[in-house]
Structure formats: structure tokens, C-alpha cells
């Protein structure tokens, strides 16, 4: 049951992209339109969940869900298919190949590493705890601090049924689809400007190695993916 909440944001990620493949969208800005569309998608339904008070139901609404994107996956698989096959000709070049294991050693730490950042595990986490306890997303009598009611509610309602399963389990699924929306927006200003190869190589591998960036996408903190909406 703990890998149930990451799945099911895998899934809709993947729902969202085959839906706007099948919508015959511009290649160059399908990848930002899935990714914009999964989160507010998500954030939205968690709201309404509590807004309702359908708190209760909350599995059952999640399971329904769930279903509905394994059907539209079934469904329209060969879309994904498609631009899964191009990969072949991605690993051809010896630093693809490089590039890959780099961000599967990322992937492997996403997996294992337990949430981390004082102020996710302060309000950003804790306070969908406080909104499944309370039956409300305005527990204004029960917090025990201030940003667990005041702060905007966004991006924390992305791990509303992280809440529900009460699994931690790869919680920085959204930092690591955060960090792949800079790569593509960088890798697209970098051709428009006409740069070489090498060159572009060299600057995705600075960006690799910026220390900021690379903790932020292992943290469940929100900043990096404020920064990819903001680019």
C-alpha cells in the first residue's frame, strides 16, 4: 500500500501526457503542458476531497481515479509507446548514456531517502495530516503552528494522499518532475540560441552539479517547483 500514492502520480503524469499526445500537441511544449495540467489536477482534486468533507471516501475517490488513468493508459499506450522507441536513438551517443545512469543513480536516492527540509516536514507534509484529522481545510483551532493554516495552499495538497496511505515513499516525485521541466526548458534555450553540442552537454552538466539544485530535487520542499512554473 505504500507505493499506492507515488503510483498513482506516476499514472496521472502518464495519463495526462498520452491525453495531450492523443490531442496532437506541439511536441516542444507537450512536456510543460502535462506537467502543469498533472499538478493542478492533483491539487485540485485534493481540495475538493476536503472542501466537500469527503474525507472518509478519500480511498475510495483515489482508487477510482487510479482506474480511470489505467484505462486511459490501456487505452492510448501506443502514444507512450512511440516516444518511448525514440529513446533508441538517445542512447547512441556515449554521453546519453553517461546522462542516463547519472539520473538513474538520482532516481535510485529518490527512492530511498526519507523526506528531508524543516520547513516541508514542518507545514508543506504535516499539515494534510492536520486537514485529514480535522475534516477541514481550515483547522483553525488545532494547529499548533501558524504556516500549517496561513500559508497558501498549493503545492502542498500534492501530498494530500501521501497522507491518506501514510506512506513516505519517494515524496520528492514532484521535485524530481520539477528538475526534469528545467533540463527540457533549458535544453530548448540552448538550441534556439544555436549552440554546439558539446556546448549544451557541458551546461546541462553544470547544471547537474549545482548543489542547490540537485538537494532541492532530492527535498519534498516546494522551491523547485516554484522555480520550473516560474520558468
Same mark, same amino acid.
Given at each position: 500500500?505504500?507505493?499506492?500514492?507515488?503510483?498513482?502520480?506516476?499514472?496521472?503524469?502518464?495519463?495526462?501526457?498520452?491525453?495531450?499526445?492523443?490531442?496532437?500537441?506541439?511536441?516542444?511544449?507537450?512536456?510543460?503542458?502535462?506537467?502543469?495540467?498533472?499538478?493542478?489536477?492533483?491539487?485540485?482534486?485534493?481540495?475538493? /476531497?476536503?472542501?466537500?468533507?469527503?474525507?472518509?471516501?478519500?480511498?475510495?475517490?483515489?482508487?477510482?481515479?487510479?482506474?480511470?488513468?489505467?484505462?486511459?493508459?490501456?487505452?492510448?499506450?501506443? #502514444?507512450?509507446?512511440?516516444?518511448?522507441?525514440?529513446?533508441?536513438?538517445?542512447?547512441?551517443? *556515449? *554521453?546519453?548514456?553517461?546522462?542516463?545512469?547519472?539520473?538513474?543513480? /538520482?532516481? /535510485?536516492?529518490?527512492?530511498?531517502?526519507?523526506?528531508?527540509?524543516?520547513?516541508?516536514?514542518?507545514?508543506?507534509?504535516? *499539515?494534510?495530516?492536520?486537514?485529514?484529522?480535522?475534516?477541514?481545510?481550515?483547522?483553525? #483551532?488545532?494547529?499548533?503552528?501558524?504556516?500549517?493554516?496561513?500559508?497558501?495552499?498549493?503545492?502542498?495538497l500534492l501530498?494530500?494522499? #501521501?497522507?491518506?496511505?501514510?506512506s513516505n515513499?519517494?515524496?520528492?516525485?514532484?521535485?524530481?518532475?520539477?528538475?526534469?521541466?528545467?533540463?527540457?526548458?533549458?535544453?530548448?534555450?540552448?538550441n534556439i540560441?544555436?549552440?554546439?553540442?558539446?556546448?549544451?552537454?557541458?551546461?546541462?552538466?553544470?547544471?547537474?552539479?549545482?548543489?542547490?539544485?540537485?538537494?532541492?530535487?532530492?527535498?519534498?520542499?516546494?522551491?523547485?517547483?516554484?522555480?520550473?512554473?516560474?520558468?
Amino acid at each position: 500500500m505504500f507505493i499506492l500514492p507515488s503510483l498513482f502520480y506516476l499514472l496521472t503524469f502518464l495519463s495526462f501526457y498520452i491525453i495531450l499526445k492523443f490531442k496532437n500537441y506541439n511536441i516542444k511544449n507537450l512536456f510543460i503542458y502535462f506537467y502543469i495540467f498533472s499538478f493542478i489536477s492533483i491539487s485540485t482534486i485534493s481540495k475538493l /476531497i476536503l472542501l466537500l468533507k469527503f474525507v472518509e471516501f478519500s480511498k475510495y475517490i483515489f482508487f477510482i481515479i487510479i482506474i480511470f488513468e489505467l484505462i486511459i493508459f490501456i487505452k492510448f499506450y501506443k #502514444f507512450f509507446y512511440q516516444d518511448f522507441k525514440k529513446l533508441n536513438f538517445f542512447f547512441k551517443e *556515449r *554521453r546519453n548514456i553517461f546522462l542516463f545512469f547519472l539520473i538513474l543513480y /538520482i532516481l /535510485i536516492q529518490s527512492l530511498i531517502l526519507p523526506p528531508s527540509n524543516f520547513d516541508s516536514l514542518a507545514y508543506h507534509i504535516q *499539515r494534510n495530516y492536520l486537514f485529514l484529522n480535522e475534516n477541514t481545510i481550515y483547522p483553525f #483551532f488545532n494547529a499548533h503552528y501558524g504556516n500549517q493554516v496561513f500559508q497558501a495552499l498549493n503545492s502542498d495538497l500534492l501530498f494530500f494522499f #501521501f497522507a491518506i496511505f501514510e506512506s513516505n515513499f519517494f515524496m520528492n516525485i514532484f521535485s524530481i518532475f520539477s528538475y526534469l521541466v528545467i533540463i527540457v526548458i533549458l535544453f530548448e534555450i540552448l538550441n534556439i540560441l544555436n549552440l554546439k553540442k558539446d556546448y549544451i552537454y557541458t551546461t546541462l552538466l553544470m547544471l547537474l552539479a549545482l548543489s542547490s539544485l540537485t538537494l532541492s530535487m532530492l527535498s519534498t520542499k516546494n522551491d523547485i517547483l516554484i522555480a520550473s512554473f516560474g520558468l
